[in-house]
């Protein structure tokens, strides 16, 4: 008789439930919705001892997610060290998400998209602080304790613009993480010319988690309240979302030329821009600063693409719960939303890897490319 098969969610991040793992071709898992919330699509576990083992891996609940839509044309991602990624035959059916392979090790690891844990995050804060533009600024604490990191990059002087870029209010969407990774090293390069030049002009305010709880939880969108941090920012409370009130507190202080908010889409398999189209202040000028950033950027990113994308609100219809609109509203400001697929991206696909965490980072670098563009002409 076998050795069963071992199935557990790593404490930093994972999620899933084990139904039944008693047989390789048949093992039954769900996954665990948002504490104090009923969001759930994020999965992240760990398969011991599966080695050479044909695995037919069902999530049954896939079908009442957050995002069914999300599942066509998916595949889940695997790996054996936790730093590279590979695409495996997934498929939606019946309500449920197949997930298909034979492991090639006695330990590995399967995942809604690349995780980026608190660790990763710890070493990315740790690693960028070693450069000598960086400063570290007290920004509060989680519900659950854990710092909020600000990172000032630049030093502050008389007519700089302040550029604000954060990521991961929804936790699941780890992308975003990933994408800092390349945007950090880039604009701490200092044999980078457009990072040098950019910083001459402007400084930075980066959080690269906005939401440490969430994503140490396992969870898809919310924070250990149970709130979508991404609806907070016209109200919120130290009770209920204290991440958004931090950073809305030292954007006072600022002030905002620029608001970038890096994110990830379940359903669209491309790479997009949400502006903030709908707020009383758009006019021709932001409309004029969107436009110039995202011609930057396809210039600057074969990944980059303008035809697909969210609908776009009426006047006066934007949402004021959302940080991109509050924050364009409040400072007058170019703010935009930008969104990444945990599919592959459509525009250039890549049967491997799909849109991966090198991807992202790649992204990230490509991104600072579009802000050199319109430094001078966000105020």
Partial sequence: MSDPILITAPPDSGNVEVLSADRPGDIRLAMRPDTAAPNFQWFYFRVSGAKDMPLKMTIENAGTSSYVDGWKNY???????????????????????????TPPAGVLWYAYFAPYDLHRHDRLIAHTLGSPLVEYLPCGQSLDGNPMDLLRIGTPGEGK????????????????????????????????PAARALLDKAVFYVVPLMNPDGARRGHLRTNAAGTDLNRAWAEPSL????????????????GVDFFLDVHGDEAIANNFIAG???????????????????????????????????????????????ATNWVSQRFDALGMTLEMPFKDAAIKPDPTYGWSSDRCAQFGRDCLTAMHAVVDKVR
């Fill in 75 to 101: 595949r889940a991602v695997v790996s054996t060290d936790g730093e590279r990624w590979t695409r495996v035959p997934t498929r939606y059916e019946d309500g449920t998400l197949i997930i298909e392979h």
């Fill in 161 to 192: 613009r302040a550029f604000w870029v954060i990521g991961r209010q929804h936790p699941g969407e780890t992308m975003g993480s990933w994408w800092m990774e390349g945007f950090l090293r880039r604009l701490t390069d200092h044999r980078d």
């Fill in 239 to 254: 009770q209920g979302s204290p991440e958004v009130f931090f950073v809305r507190e030292m954007m006072e202080k600022t």
């Fill in 276 to 322: 903030a189209e709908g707020i009383e202040r758009w006019g021709d000028r932001l409309a004029g600063l969107q436009k110039a950033f995202q011609d930057a950027l396809l210039e600057a990113s074969d990944a980059f693409q303008t035809k697909e994308g969210y609908p776009i609100p009426g006047p006066g219809k934007a949402n004021p719960k959302i």
